[in-house]
């Protein structure tokens, strides 16, 4: 009797990145029919300058891509946020240069929470992050230009990527409350080292209105595309 397999879902993680994964592991399906596989890119600070940015260099995120697909996973997930400040072409440039390289289906954490924007028709968003104003501003200009006003934001400006995961889920809550006190229809906790996962539910469900948290969504969307390969292999 053949074995049936699970599902391998590869991440690729910023280094320094110490929410990703065990959160992840609390989301996956019970039945172990998706295990997840990590690779990683050096990230240490995230600022608005060059040395910041170079961080995300295609050709080190490719590399990191190709040790996963020695794994012979069914996905490979960009499961950091670098995009939504750098330019949403930023992941379909990853997308397409990683798909090249290992043939292995792409998708990352800024598609997939655009996706759910997209499904929810979010026009007036409010904006929770740990980074500096530059990289605030940006991303509002980058949802500005998909037709998507960030109404509301509220960061913590800081730049040790290390520190991002100390920050409690009771203090990320207090900044979801802050900025869904406008007149804002959907808001994302946009980090994929920010603990938001466990809270977004029931803060959805508190203030009436969907809030959308990185790793919670990324997962979500990777699932999604697993499902569908899997029935259609069925």
């Known amino acids: 009797m053949t074995r049936t397999l699970p599902k391998r879902l ?3 993680a910023p280094s320094s990145n110490t929410v990703l994964e065990p959160e992840t592991a609390k989301l996956l399906p019970a039945d172990g029919s998706v295990t997840t596989h990590v690779s990683r890119i ?4 995230i600022t608005a300058d060059a040395s910041s940015r170079s961080q995300f260099d295609l050709a080190c995120m490719v590399e990191a891509a190709e040790l996963l697909s020695d794994a012979d996973v069914d996905l490979i997930l960009w499961n950091g946020t670098a995009a939504s400040w750098l330019g949403f072409d930023r992941d379909e440039a990853v ?3 990683i798909e090249a390289a290992t043939g292995t289906r792409t998708t990352t954490a800024v598609i997939a929470i655009n996706e759910a924007l997209s499904r929810l028709g979010a026009s007036r968003i409010g904006l929770v992050t740990p980074y500096v104003a530059e990289l605030e501003a940006d991303i509002t200009a980058n949802y500005a230009g998909i037709g998507i006003t960030v109404a509301s934001a509220c960061r913590l400006d800081l730049t040790v990527n290390t520190d991002y995961a100390a920050v409690s889920p009771e ?3 207090e900044m979801v409350r802050q900025v ?3 007149d804002v229809d959907t808001v994302v906790i946009l980090c994929t080292n920010l603990a938001g996962s466990s809270i977004a539910p ?3 469900h508190e203030l009436g209105i969907p809030v959308i948290d990185s790793v919670r969504i990324a997962l979500e969307h ?3 595309i697993l499902t569908k390969a899997r029935e259609k292999d069925a």
């Open 10 to 12: 590869g991440m690729l």
């Open 42 to 45: 050096r990230v240490r600070h």
């Open 95 to 97: 997308v397409a240069a």
């Open 171 to 173: 203090r990320l809550a």
């Open 180 to 182: 869904a006190s406008v």
């Open 202 to 204: 029931r803060l959805s």
């Open 222 to 224: 990777s699932l999604s």
